[in-house]
C-alpha cells in the first residue's frame, strides 16, 4: 500500500531497502543475519538460499537440473531467496529510476517471468513468486496501469521495502517500522 492509499494490513514488518543495496550485504547488516557464501543464517539456523544471476544456475547444476531442460534462455535474476520454511523462491527483481526509460516497459514482464521461474524451478518442487523492490520514482500517477498489471498476473510489488515476514523469513525486533507499509497488501 502506499501510504496514504487504500488496503493495507496491521503486519508492519519488514526493512526499508534502498535499491543501490546488493541484498547479500543488505542481510549481512541487518542483526542476527548472516550470510555465507549463499546461505542466509539468522541466529545462526539456516533460513535461506540466496542466488544472484548466474549463482543460481550453479545451484541447480548441483542438483543436477538441467535449465536448458525447462526454459530456452536463461534468466538472470538480481536476487532470488529460496526460504526454507515456506518451501518457495522468491525473485526479488529490484528497479530504480530517475528518468523515464526502458524499466517502464521491464515491469510489464513479470508474468512471463514468473512463468519461467516456475518450470525452472519444477524439478525441485519449490512455489515461486514474483517480486519488484522499486524506488519512489514508480509511485507516480502514471505507473497505476502498470501497477495493477503486476498484482492482476499474481506477481508483487514493494516500495524501498524488503518484506521479511511476507517472505517467510524471521524480523529482528529492532526492524518493526510502523511507518512502513507494504505496497502489495490488498
Not at 17 to 25: H, I, N, P
Request: proline letters at 3%; hydrophobic letters at 35%; one cysteine or more.
Amino acid at each position: 500500500m502506499i501510504r496514504g492509499g487504500t488496503g493495507g494490513s496491521n503486519t508492519l514488518t519488514g526493512l526499508r531497502y534502498e535499491a543501490k543495496v546488493d541484498l547479500k550485504d543488505f542481510l549481512n547488516t541487518q542483526k542476527d543475519y548472516s550470510v555465507e557464501d549463499t546461505k542466509v543464517y539468522f541466529k545462526g539456523e539456516l533460513v535461506a538460499r540466496l542466488f544472484k544471476k548466474h549463482e543460481l544456475y550453479k545451484f541447480l547444476g548441483r542438483n543436477n537440473i538441467d535449465w536448458t531442460k525447462h526454459i530456452s534462455k536463461k534468466l538472470l535474476p538480481d536476487n532470488c531467496i529460496y526460504v526454507i520454511i515456506n518451501n518457495t523462491a522468491f525473485i526479488l527483481e529490484v528497479k530504480h529510476q530517475e528518468v523515464a526509460g526502458s524499466v517502464d516497459e521491464k515491469l510489464q514482464t513479470c508474468d512471463f517471468k514468473k512463468k519461467q521461474y516456475i518450470k525452472l524451478f519444477s524439478e525441485l518442487n519449490y512455489r515461486v513468486e514474483y517480486c519488484y523492490i522499486l524506488d519512489s520514482w514508480f509511485k507516480k500517477e502514471c505507473y497505476k496501469d502498470t501497477l495493477d498489471y503486476i498484482i492482476s498476473v499474481g506477481c508483487k510489488y514493494y516500495f524501498d521495502y524488503i518484506p521479511l515476514q511476507e517472505l517467510g523469513l524471521p524480523v529482528p525486533d529492532e526492524s518493526i517500522d510502523e511507518e512502513i507499509v507494504p505496497s502489495y497488501q490488498r
